[in-house]
């Protein structure tokens, strides 16, 4: 079975790789096609990968090609993971926000929004190629921001395309370790879109556990979300946030925690992913070496602006282990193998959420098996959670509606839509000052 990686020059993809190097089941993976149009961080990337490999007998045979038509042809899977700009490109969308007062994040307000802008027209190419030349193929959506660019690559590829996504998944684990359950037989009751959602349950036989650790100021304490947001928030709540909701219950101090950071994320990844493609260059240079203290870098300074803000203190050990790999491999075998399983993924709500229309992409348990990724049904969110959610949406409808149309007027639409952007004036200088950074947004009259 033949799996192509668009992004595959990516920093994350030996993680993928590595997933695929524990899987000797019948029906696996055993061609991976890297594309990428960066030769050089392809060339890189494929030497990490061939060290992962040495030793393991079956492991599937890698390949690549700067060709993108060539890397979709044949494909049974297509994982998408570009970047549209590069860490250049984010560091940017960073920059700009943080000097407008708003939060500078790659998924989350107008950083997210000039990130969709210059990335849903290269989707839906790639979409549109895809149904072209692969038609059937299942196309597994990482790039961010993931809930939109799976909606825009929907409209060509229907519930072909899937989006997934880490967060929702390392919630539901840090939430059943400190109950004590098993996250494989707990059941994760998430809801929202993707890097704005909630827990509402967590049932273990039947039983929902979520109570007894909201109930509990110690449990609360002892987990990263409990630090981030505060114990006493959460039983406001009645729930338990994706970490990426810090930016809207926070928004203040977040922004200021980012101002006072020496750098922007974006541009510390830049700076030391750099690092990373130069040294693994060097033929005297374990490249996979290289990779994995990267990666221990990379993993524990996540969110660290955030947790300084909140007092949250450091990531703990459990959490630096990655896992949108694995969701990715779980998925897939769903699929290829009618192994039922029930997953956190990002896909068209059809009547999951009553507030939103059929083809709107939601972030929710599914029913996945080879007929692709079913939404579970799911109790309506409550009043703050909904104007949220429905908020947002509508700023990402009209991010799909600029980067179609390519007007102007549209894109500042979306930017002074947005909960965390303030003023209509400061989203025009906003759409300014990005497309006066970004070239891929020359298209915006």
């Known amino acids: 079975m033949r799996l192509t990686i668009l992004g595959g020059g990516g920093f994350r993809v030996p993680l993928v790789y590595g997933a695929l190097l524990g899987d000797h089941a019948e029906g696996r993976v055993t061609e991976v096609v890297l594309h990428d149009p960066d030769d050089r ?58 000097a407008a007062g708003v939060p500078g994040q790659e998924t989350v307000g107008a950083g997210g929004i000039a ?13 549109r190629r895809v149904a072209r030349l692969a038609p059937d193929a299942w196309v597994i ?30 919630l539901g684990r840090r939430i059943a370790r400190v109950l004590g359950a098993d996250p494989k037989r707990a ?25 007894r650790l909201l109930g509990d100021p110690a449990l609360l304490g002892s987990f990263e979300e409990g630090r981030l947001f505060g114990a006493d928030w959460l039983r406001s709540l009645g729930a338990i946030p994706n970490e990426y909701l810090h930016y809207y219950y926070f928004n203040r101090e ?21 690092r990373f493609y130069a040294e693994a260059a ?37 959490d630096l282990s990655g896992g949108y790999e694995k969701v990715a491999l779980a998925l897939m075998r769903a699929i290829a193998r009618d192994e039922r399983a ?24 599914c029913l996945v098996d080879a007929g692709g990724a079913h939404p579970l049904a799911a109790d309506p969110l409550p009043g703050h959670a909904t104007g949220l959610v429905c908020a947002v949406k509508d700023v990402e409808r009209q991010v799909l509606s600029a980067a179609e ?41």
């Open 115 to 127: 990130y969709g802008l210059r990335t849903v027209p290269v989707a839906v190419d790639i979409a």
């Open 282 to 318: 060097d033929p005297g240079v374990s490249a996979l070496r290289a990779w994995e203290r990267t990666r221990a870098e990379r993993e524990a300074t996540y969110m660290a602006e955030n947790r300084e803000s909140a007092g949250a203190g450091e990531r703990e050990e459990d």
């Open 342 to 365: 029930t997953l956190i993924l990002n896909v068209r709500n059809r009547s999951t959420l009553h507030v939103l229309d059929a083809d709107a992409v939601v972030e929710v348990p």
């Open 187 to 211: 059941f994760v009751d998430y809801v929202g879109l993707n890097h704005l959602g909630w827990v509402r349950a967590l049932r273990v036989a039947g039983r929902d556990e979520l109570p």
């Open 41 to 98: 961080r392809l060339r890189a990337v494929s030497r990490v990968l061939a060290e992962q490999a040495e030793g393991v007998a079956d492991a599937p045979a890698v390949s690549a090609t700067t060709d993108l038509d060539e890397a979709l042809r044949g494909a049974r899977f297509v994982f998408s993971a570009i970047r549209v700009g590069g860490l250049q490109g984010r560091a940017e969308d960073e920059r700009i926000a943080l």
């Open 141 to 170: 959506n990482f790039t961010n921001p993931a809930g939109l660019v799976t909606e825009a690559m929907a409209r060509h590829l229907g519930d072909r395309v899937i989006g997934i996504c880490d967060s929702p998944v390392g």
């Open 405 to 445: 149309s390519g007007s102007r007027a549209t894109a500042v639409k979306a930017f002074a839509l947005h909960p965390l952007v303030d003023s209509v004036n400061l989203a025009r200088r906003l759409v300014d000052e990005y497309a006066a950074a970004h070239p891929g947004l020359g298209y915006l009259k």
């Open 254 to 274: 977040t922004v200021r925690a980012y101002q006072r950071a020496e750098r922007t994320r974006g541009a510390f990844l830049r700076d030391q992913q750099a």
